[in-house]
C-alpha cells in the first residue's frame, strides 16, 4: 500500500461519555504495537498530568484488523483529553532472501515503515523550540543545567546562558530604567541611573574576616569615592564560627561625606547579634585618603580551632 496520510496524532476532548475514539494514522501491521494512548488530565491546571495508558488494560483496538479505533474503559471526562499517537520500534525488520521472487509486499511494507518513522521523527520535532529559517546563528550551544536557573539569550544574542534570579532582576531594572529615560541599549544603564541619583543595591560575595586582628584590614566593596558619591546605607552579616564559639551579627553602617569640608564620617546603625560589646566582635572605622573613603575593621579573638570568618556586605549607593 501506499502511505499518504500524514496526521500521526490526535486530541480528543473527553466529555465523561464517549468510549470510541479514532486512531488517525494508517495502521501497517496488527496495531498493537503501532498505537500510543496518553491521558492527559487538565482537571488542575496549575498541575497538568500525563499519564501512558494500557491496551488490554486502560483500552483495547478495535475495529477489525487492522484496528480502526481506540476503546476505552472508561469515558474520559471533561477535564481530560485523549490523546492517540503513533508508536514505532525505530529499526528495520524486513528481511529479503538472496534469492527467488522479488518480495515486492514486504519490500513496500519496509518504504511505508521508513516512511511512517520519518512522520513520527517530525511530529517529534513539531514540539521542539528551533531557530527561524533566516536564522545567522544556526548552532546556539545550550549550557549544562543548574539548579533554580532559567536559559536566556546573552546580551549579543549569539549564546544561550544560566540566568540567576538576582541576574534576571537586574536586567529586568535595567530594562525598565532604558524605557524610562529613553535610552537605546544596556550600555547606558549607568547614565539612566545617573539621572535618577542612585545606584542599585551591590551585592558582594563574603570576604574573609581574620581572627584576633589588631591591624585595620580593609573590606573591598566598601571603598567610597569622593568624585561619584555622597553617602551610602550599607547591610553587612558578619559570621565567625570555631569548633567550641560562634558569633553571628547583622546590622547597618551609614557613611556620608558633607559638602563644604569633603570630611567623611562612619556611623554605627543597629545591629543584633549575641556580643554585647560589637558586631560579631568587629569593630568598624573610616580612611580617608583625599576626597575617598574606605571602611575598615579589626576583631577581637575567638576562641577554638579550625577559625572561619566571614562578612558579606550590600551597599545603597547616594550619587553626587
Partial sequence: MSLTNTVVKQSYA???ATLVFAIPHDIIRTGSDEVEVILRDETDPDNITETPQTNGVHYNLTGGTPPTDVTMVTAPSATQVLIVRRKFTISQIISYLASGAFPASSHEEGLD???AMIQLAFEYLSRVPILSKGTQNPQPQMPEPIAETVWGWDSDAETVKNWTPLELFESLVGLVLLKANNLSDLTS???????????PFKITASQSVNNNEGTNQNITNLAFAGASYTSAVIYYQIR???DTDSKIAVGRLFVYRKPHTGNWFL???EWYGDDV???GGLTFNLQQTGNDAQIRYTSDNLTGANYVGTIKT???YFKV
Avoid at 549607568?190 to 541619583?197: P, Q, Y
Fill in 189 to 199: 544603564v549607568n547614565t539612566a541611573l545617573d539621572n535618577l541619583g542612585i545606584d
Fill in 277 to 279: 560589646l560589637n558586631p
Fill in 113 to 115: 515503515r521508513i516512511v
Fill in 314 to 316: 550590600s551597599v545603597k
Fill in 240 to 242: 565567625r564560627v570555631t
Fill in 267 to 269: 556611623e554605627t546603625g
Fill in 14 to 16: 473527553g466529555n465523561g
